[in-house]
Antibody
């Protein structure tokens, strides 16, 4: 098992930056065998992949969100983080962190339980 | 709306067989990208159920099976059990999003 635990403010004001952190247990985030993703699910909508980070710090993200997404990794704390800037009500969602094997078209084999974020003034 | 289309709900009686569909197009499933399936109970972490169209991770019962044909994929569950009541999501990838992962809207499975 590889527990992932997301954390961060549950309420963010419009136009501000949403910040979330995912702490990883049971596996080293330094392992080059894996990459670490953020996903979200808005109320009444399906899941949306936001982006990922590799152990070497390289990132990739959904083109629809790329201009607002920053994903970083903290190897000393075995965690990775998401920043989403200029948020609006449309960014209100349950945000998940997840792991997948590095490589093409690999599934998310472990997920966090999700962190609810509401964008409201 | 979601890139992949799933029926909002499916139901079946204990012991029955149900099939959950996932429909895409030639920019995702039809382009040859693999399909993965996840089981999700709200408030918990989603669980990988099927990967690479047909493969089950260790620990997933063989009551669950996946298939893919053309622009669609299916998840079949045989010997339906009360514990199978959950949301099920399919995932693939899409050329128009530079190969980004895309999901279906999810199917709520109710065990009658």
């Amino acid at each position: 098992q590889v527990p992932l635990q997301g954390s961060g403010p549950g309420l963010v004001k419009p136009s501000q930056t949403l910040s979330l952190t995912c702490a990883v247990s049971g596996a080293s985030i330094n392992s080059g065998s894996y990459c670490w993703s953020w996903l979200r699910q808005s109320a009444g909508k399906g899941l949306e992949w936001i982006g990922l980070i590799y152990t070497n710090g390289n990132t990739n993200s959904n083109p629809s969100l790329r201009s607002r997404v920053t994903i970083s990794i903290d190897r000393s704390k075995n965690q990775f983080s998401l920043k989403l800037s200029s948020v609006t009500a449309a960014d209100s969602a349950v945000y998940y962190c997840a792991r997948s094997e590095a490589g093409s078209w690999t599934p998310f084999d472990y997920w966090g339980q999700g962190s609810l974020v509401t964008v409201s003034s | 709306q979601s890139v992949l289309t799933q029926p909002p709900s499916v139901s079946g009686a204990p012991g029955q067989r149900v099939t959950l569909s996932c429909t895409g197009d030639n920019s995702n499933i039809g382009a040859g990208y693999v399909v993965h399936w996840y089981q999700h109970l709200p408030g918990t972490a989603p669980k990988l159920l099927i990967y690479g169209n047909i493969n089950r991770p260790s620990g997933v019962p063989d009551r669950f099976s996946g298939s893919k044909s053309g622009t669609s994929a299916s998840l079949a569950i045989t010997g339906l059990q009360a514990e199978d009541e959950a949301y099920y999501y399919c995932q693939s990838y899409d050329i128009s999003l530079s190969g980004s992962g895309v999901f279906g809207g999810g199917t709520r499975l109710t065990v009658l």
